[in-house]
């Protein structure tokens, strides 16, 4: 499965941006998907995720009631709109997709939970 991530740039604080990420190549065995972040000297995180079939989603703390996820799965694509931009969010995006669901639900904050990952994009927020 290759993922590619798209839609990072700079932003003002309060601002809005939008990341989508398109998976090609045993896209059939999709069974959630998430996005994650990096900020500078720091480590990777986890921001959101979505059950493929059923919808669910689930978020970080830092960014509910500002982020959203959804998906396309006729375009195999998962979206991460972000509003209310902080300088703090700044960081790389990546994606990352789960296709041999191996874990309960306490684990799909965790990295460990997913099997392919894309190349970030980064999200730029200018105080």
């Known amino acids: 499965v290759q993922l590619q991530a798209s839609g990072g740039g700079l932003v003002q604080a309060g601002g809005s941006l939008s990341l989508s990420c398109v998976a090609s190549?045993?896209?059939?065995?999709?069974?959630?998907m998430a996005w994650f972040r990096q900020a500078p000297g720091k480590e990777r995180e986890f921001v959101a995720t979505?059950?493929?079939?059923?919808?669910?989603?689930s978020y970080a703390d830092s960014v509910k009631g500002r982020f959203t996820i959804s998906r396309d799965k006729g375009k195999n694509t998962v979206f991460l709109r972000m509003d209310n931009l902080k300088p703090e969010d700044t960081a790389v995006y990546f994606c990352?997709?789960?296709?041999?669901?191996?874990?309960?639900?306490?684990?799909?904050?965790?990295?460990?939970?997913?099997?392919?990952w894309g190349q970030g994009t980064l999200v730029t927020v200018s105080s």
């Open positions: 990352a997709v789960d296709v041999e669901p191996r874990f309960i639900s306490s684990y799909y904050s965790q990295e460990r939970a997913y099997d392919y």
């Open positions: 190549g045993g896209t059939s065995r999709t069974y959630r």
């Open positions: 979505i059950a493929w079939n059923g919808g669910i989603t």
